[in-house]
């Protein structure tokens, strides 16, 4: 089971961080947490390009976690070369914002079936599965569990829970800790969480950027979470404020003092194996 942080930034447009996303594959099977900015650009430069998506799991509808759905959707659309789905599985209202990103698309739709007429004879097929906490599916030979988390006013966010062949990974999202996100981590091998620097935070003197404070974990709250779990790799992404090179060891500091396992983080494209 490969983890990959396509993207490690937050909603604020950073220049080299992409929004939030997540890459998992295992089993055959590339499956993408979220699709914030850029994205497409991220999947290309892994060797997975929009095609070779199996799944998109989405966490909850802020729009930094969903702003390049609409990039996946059509290049996957486009640059495959026969009719096939594109599965979306998230939180209830996931199917209204497909069905209105598909109606933002539609004079793109009708553009490229008049222009590619032999070849191009079918509309994007994006197949919506909205899920609750306490559900379960599957992706090919990978099992996944739905959780509720804590990010209110947020309404409803989910974490995910992905197994194959006895490992698994958390993909928490955004939120504070919460019981229910305890559970679906209890005994995972890893655990994916949004994190903010408390400490970074509050010496910004702007009302809009303390809000955030109340709804997202702490790089010490993940810790915790991740300890209390019993988690083997905590993987910190979605930095705020942006993690800036050289402070890499200073944001692990933070993690470290509630956590002894192995601690990930890092630029877009980190990569580790579960
Ligand atoms: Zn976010
Ligand atoms: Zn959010």
């Given at each position: 089971?490969?983890?990959t942080?396509?993207?490690?930034?937050?909603?604020?447009?950073?220049?080299?961080?992409?929004?939030?996303?997540?890459?998992?594959?295992?089993?055959?099977?590339?499956?993408l947490?979220?699709?914030?900015?850029?994205?497409?650009?991220?999947?290309?430069?892994?060797?997975?390009?929009?095609?070779?998506?199996?799944?998109?799991?989405?966490?909850?509808?802020h729009?930094?976690?969903?702003?390049?759905?609409?990039d996946?959707?059509?290049?996957?659309?486009?640059?495959?070369?026969?009719?096939?789905?594109?599965?979306?599985?998230?939180?209830?209202?996931?199917?209204?914002?497909?069905?209105?990103?598909?109606?933002?698309?539609?004079?793109d739709?009708?553009?490229?079936?008049?222009h590619?007429?032999?070849?191009?004879?079918?509309?994007?097929?994006?197949?919506?599965?909205?899920?609750?906490?306490?559900?379960?599916?599957?992706?090919?030979?990978?099992?996944?569990?739905v959780?509720?988390?804590?990010?209110?006013?947020?309404?409803?966010?989910?974490a995910?829970?992905?197994?194959?062949?006895?490992k698994?990974?958390?993909?928490?999202?955004?939120?504070?800790?919460?019981?229910?996100?305890?559970?679906?981590?209890?005994?995972?091998?890893?655990?994916?969480?949004?994190?903010?620097?408390?400490?970074?935070?509050?010496l910004?003197?702007?009302?809009?950027?303390?809000?955030?404070?109340?709804?997202?974990?702490?790089?010490?709250?993940?810790?915790?979470?991740?300890?209390?779990?019993?988690?083997?790799?905590?993987?910190?992404?979605?930095?705020?404020?942006?993690?800036?090179?050289?402070?890499?060891?200073?944001?692990?500091?933070?993690?470290?003092?509630?956590?002894?396992g192995?601690?990930?983080?890092?630029?877009?494209?980190?990569?580790?194996?579960?």
């Amino acid at each position: 089971m490969k983890v990959t942080l396509t993207g490690t930034g937050s909603p604020i447009p950073d220049a080299n961080r992409a929004g939030p996303s997540t890459l998992v594959q295992c089993a055959g099977q590339n499956i993408l947490i979220d699709c914030g900015r850029g994205v497409a650009m991220r999947l290309v430069a892994i060797g997975v390009p929009a095609p070779f998506v199996s799944a998109i799991l989405i966490t909850h509808l802020h729009s930094d976690h969903i702003t390049d759905l609409n990039d996946v959707i059509t290049t996957h659309w486009v640059m495959t070369g026969i009719e096939t789905p594109l599965n979306v599985y998230g939180p209830p209202g996931t199917q209204t914002v497909v069905d209105g990103i598909l109606m933002m698309l539609a004079p793109d739709i009708s553009y490229r079936l008049a222009h590619h007429t032999d070849t191009l004879t079918y509309k994007p097929n994006v197949v919506v599965t909205e899920v609750k906490p306490g559900a379960t599916f599957a992706i090919g030979d990978v099992q996944v569990r739905v959780a509720r988390t804590h990010h209110q006013p947020v309404e409803p966010t989910v974490a995910f829970r992905l197994e194959h062949d006895g490992k698994s990974v958390v993909l928490g999202g955004d939120g504070i800790p919460c019981d229910t996100l305890d559970e679906i981590c209890a005994g995972a091998d890893a655990y994916v969480q949004t994190v903010i620097r408390e400490d970074l935070v509050k010496l910004i003197n702007n009302k809009r950027f303390q809000d955030i404070l109340d709804y997202h974990s702490t790089v010490e709250q993940a810790a915790q979470t991740a300890t209390k779990a019993g988690i083997k790799k905590l993987i910190l992404t979605h930095y705020v404020p942006s993690m800036q090179p050289g402070q890499e060891e200073e944001w692990r500091a933070f993690a470290a003092k509630y956590f002894a396992g192995e601690i990930v983080l890092g630029d877009d494209l980190t990569t580790t194996t579960i």
